[in-house]
């Protein structure tokens, strides 16, 4: 069974970077099926995605994002993580990595079909 | 950008009820829009992709519909763990949720 645990600080300072990192368990991010993604929900509001990661290290960031964010992924320690520089409060949130499948219909839908329980990190002095 | 909107932001209804929640995306997507429902502190569950396809283990009293700009998520008889946030996602051009739709009791 895959299980996604995130982890990281739950308060990074103003100015300051926020890095979390994904241990996925139950199965690989080497798994050529599946891409591997971020994505984070202020408190009380909706969600949004911040990026993506296929294993072989290719990218692919929200655009309103992209200055600020790093993705990567360790083969070797099965991880994922997310660095997120010049954090401010409008980046609290709680983050969440998930498993991004293909989907195919006759063409290719781009679902987040698994989860981790998410964490959520505080951006104050 | 694609910009989404969900209809109503929020409605109130009874074990029992049909519920109906729409997803209006600004360009036409064919039939990248994905469901999914939320619980209080809890990750969003996958219900529904590609508009009208039932996730694996996904009760089939859910059901999607739609094509284009219009969709539509149906629950018919409502369960009381059906009480929760619900939220469409296109993957047509950058992945973006709506603004979600949460379904309490009435």
């Known amino acids: 069974q895959l299980h996604l645990q995130e982890s990281g600080p739950g308060l990074v300072k103003p100015s300051e970077t926020l890095s979390l990192t994904c241990t996925v368990s139950g199965g690989s991010v080497s798994n050529s099926n599946y891409y591997w993604g971020w994505i984070r929900q202020p408190p009380g509001k909706g969600l949004e995605w911040i990026g993506s990661i296929y294993y072989t290290g290719s990218t692919y960031y929200n655009p309103p994002l992209k200055s600020r964010v790093t993705i990567s992924v360790d083969t070797s320690k099965n991880q994922l993580s997310l660095k997120v520089t010049s954090v401010t409060a409008a980046d609290t949130a709680v983050y969440y990595c998930?498993?991004?499948?293909?989907?195919?219909?006759?063409?290719?839908?781009?679902?987040?079909?698994?989860w981790g329980r998410g964490t959520m990190v505080t951006v104050s002095s | 950008d694609i910009q989404m909107t969900q209809s109503p932001s929020s409605l109130s209804a009874s074990v029992g009820d049909r519920v109906t929640i729409t997803c209006r995306t600004s360009?036409?997507?064919?039939?990248?829009l994905n469901w999914y429902q939320q619980k209080p502190g809890k990750a969003p569950k996958l219900l529904i992709y590609g508009a009208s396809t039932l996730q694996s283990g996904v009760p089939t009293r859910f059901s999607g519909s739609g094509s284009g700009t219009d969709f539509a998520l149906t629950i018919n008889s409502l369960q009381p763990e059906d009480f929760a946030t619900y939220y469409c996602?296109?993957?047509?051009?950058?992945?973006?949720f709506g603004p979600g739709t949460t379904v309490d009791i009435k």
């Open positions: 996602q296109q993957s047509y051009s950058t992945l973006t």
């Open positions: 360009q036409h997507i064919r039939n990248y």
């Open positions: 998930a498993r991004l499948e293909k989907k195919f219909i006759g063409s290719s839908v781009d679902v987040f079909e698994m």
